[in-house]
């Protein structure tokens, strides 16, 4: 059962509720058709017009939720004659956030999925080579990886090896395996030991090229995150240290010389500091989001 982010409604309710709303699904599906490979590849086991169908219903009841939240906040600490205003536009914005944040839902789940694949890639493939040289079959080596601490490669593996047990052919069972996998590096070493095999070479001088072209990539990628690192860095300095300094600077001089209400200035250094709050966990996470996945932990 998928439990949506920002959803306080129970996901058995959303699912069943969402067939009520499937034809209104479909028509704003063509909105996002990335969805559907994103759900795919989350190997979430439910249609996109129903999980589309489960935002729009948990926004709906998180909406006027918020709007009756906000509505009684405002008139209590700030007596205002458009609180409702106020408020419906206060609940907009978060509602069409947390909205956003559920289309991309199972993207996130996706790209997890690539990072723990990705993360122990190189380590999983060093180990099979020395499987190998020491005589143990490739299907051996596959299986003791699956069987090991390698995160979702081990997973992965896993997979094969259950397809293999059950009675498929080994070449098809890695198919499988890389078509459904979002991983660019994994299917690629994936479809080079097809290759290999279908060739009759020695599997394990292809490994040994594998290892050798992810270890390339590595260095790359290095290099890559470092020059991210800086503009980041800089924009971080200007958005969440220099901009918030320079703006309580300047309220406090502006209302030394106009008569700001002490609720309102409140109310600004309360929004200030929310906005900086913001910030400060979107620059943490696209610091996370941009470190190189072929490293390991």
């Known amino acids: 059962m998928i439990r949506l982010p920002f959803s306080f409604l129970p996901p058995p309710f959303l699912e069943k509720s969402s067939h009520n709303i499937i034809g209104v699904s479909k028509k704003i599906s ?43 906040f405002i008139f209590k600490l700030f ?4 609180f409702i205003f106020f408020a419906l536009i206060a609940a907009l914005f978060i509602t069409l956030f947390a909205f956003i944040q559920q289309m991309i839902y199972p993207r996130l789940i996706s790209q997890k999925r690539v990072r723990g694949v990705e993360r122990h890639l190189m380590a999983a493939l060093q180990n099979m080579v020395v499987q190998m040289n020491s005589g143990v079959t490739l299907f051996d080596s596959l299986t003791n990886i699956a069987n090991s601490n390698y995160g979702e490669l ?54 040994e090229g594998i290892i050798k072209s992810i270890s390339e990539e590595q260095i790359l990628q290095i290099q890559r995150y470092g020059s991210q690192l800086n503009p980041i860095a800089m924009f971080y300095m200007l958005v969440a240290v220099i901009m918030p300094s320079l703006g309580i600077t300047f309220i406090i001089v502006l209302s030394s010389f106009i008569a700001i209400p002490p609720e309102l200035t409140q109310l600004i250094f309360w929004i200030l500091f929310a906005i900086v709050f913001f910030f400060q966990i979107m620059f943490l996470g696209v610091i996370k989001s941009k470190r190189p996945n072929l490293l390991s932990d």
């Open 154 to 207: 081990a997973v992965e593996f896993r997979k094969a090896v259950r397809m293999i047990n059950s009675g498929e052919d080994f070449e098809r069972a890695l198919e499988i395996i890389a078509e459904s996998n979002p991983s660019l590096y994994f299917r690629r070493a994936i479809w080079q030991i097809l290759n290999g095999l279908k060739a009759g070479g020695d599997i394990t001088r292809v490994i």
């Open 30 to 72: 063509k909105l996002v058709p990335h969805l559907k490979k994103d759900i795919k590849h989350a190997e979430w086991k439910i249609d996109s017009d129903l999980y589309l169908g489960m935002c729009l219903i948990s926004n709906s009841f998180l909406f006027g939720f918020l709007v009756l939240v906000i509505s009684a």
């Open 79 to 82: 007596p205002e004659e458009n």
